[in-house]
C-alpha cells in the first residue's frame, strides 16, 4: 500500500516554543492531507483538512493560528504548534488518501507525540 | 451533527474467545471501515464495506455491513494476543469528503 510518513516521532519542547511535524506522502501524490489529535485512549479528532496550494480546512473548535498548516507540495505537509503549552500535549496523526473521496483507504503517518513541559 | 458511535469501549477477553464490536452511524453511509490501531501505533488499514448486508471476512476476522447501512459490526474469533490493539470504524460523512471516526474499541487478550 502507499505509505505516510511523518517526522519526528517523539517531541519535547518547553511551553512558548513552536514545534512543526511534517507529514509527506511517499511514494504518491497528495492533494488532500488531514491531521488528526489524539488524546490518550480516545478517538481521532479531525483537526483540519490540508490542501496543496491552498489555505487548509479547520474544524469547528480547532485555532488555526494556534495550529499553522502549510501544504506547498503534492508530497508534504506540515503542522505547526505555536507558542505550545501543556495542553497541547498529545499524539497528533497525519493521513492521506489515493483517492479525493472518503470511500477510499486512508494511509496514516506514524504519528507525533508531543510533550510540552 | 453526524456521528458514529461504537460499542464497547473496552472489551477483555481470554486468549481463544471470540470478540465482537459494534458500530453505528447516526446516518445512511455509503460505505464503512474498519481500522486498527496497535498500542503506541497509528492506524492501519483493515477493510471497507460498501453493499447493504455486505459480509467479508479476512482469516479469524469477519466483518458486516447492516441492511440499512448505518451499522456495522466487527468479529474475530478465537482471538490471539496479536490481535490486542484499538478498532475503529469510520465512515464518510454527508459531504463524502471527510472521514468520521468512531471512539473504537479497545481490546485486550489475556494469555
Known amino acids: 500500500g502507499a505509505v505516510v510518513s511523518q517526522h519526528p516521532s517523539r517531541v519535547i519542547c518547553k511551553s512558548g516554543t513552536s514545534v512543526k511535524i511534517e507529514c509527506r506522502s511517499l511514494d504518491f501524490q497528495a492533494t488532500t492531507m488531514f491531521w488528526y489529535r489524539q488524546f490518550p485512549k480516545q478517538s481521532l479528532m479531525l483537526m483540519a483538512t490540508s490542501n496543496e496550494g491552498s489555505k487548509a480546512t479547520y474544524e469547528q473548535g480547532v485555532e488555526k493560528d494556534k495550529f499553522l498548516i502549510n501544504h506547498a507540495s503534492l508530497t508534504l505537509s506540515t503542522l505547526t504548534v505555536t507558542s505550545a503549552h501543556p495542553e497541547d500535549s498529545s499524539f497528533y496523526i497525519c493521513?492521506?488518501?489515493?483517492?479525493?473521496?472518503?470511500?477510499?483507504?486512508?494511509?496514516f503517518g506514524q504519528g507525533t507525540r508531543l510533550t510540552v513541559v | 451533527g453526524q456521528q458514529v458511535m461504537q460499542i464497547p469501549q473496552y472489551q477483555h477477553v481470554q486468549e481463544g474467545e471470540d470478540f465482537t464490536t459494534y458500530c453505528n452511524s447516526s446516518t445512511t453511509l455509503s460505505n464503512i471501515q474498519w481500522y486498527k490501531q496497535r498500542p503506541g501505533g497509528h492506524p492501519v488499514f483493515l477493510i471497507q464495506l460498501v453493499k447493504s448486508g455486505e459480509v467479508k471476512k479476512q482469516k479469524r476476522l469477519t466483518f458486516q455491513f447492516g441492511e440499512a447501512k448505518k451499522n456495522s459490526s466487527l468479529h474475530i474469533t478465537a482471538t490471539q494476543t496479536t490481535d490486542v490493539g484499538t478498532y475503529f470504524c469510520a465512515g464518510p460523512d454527508t459531504g463524502g469528503f471527510k472521514t468520521i471516526f468512531g471512539a473504537g474499541t479497545r481490546l485486550f487478550v489475556k494469555a
Open positions: 493521513s492521506a488518501r489515493l483517492g479525493g473521496q472518503a470511500n477510499t483507504e486512508a494511509f
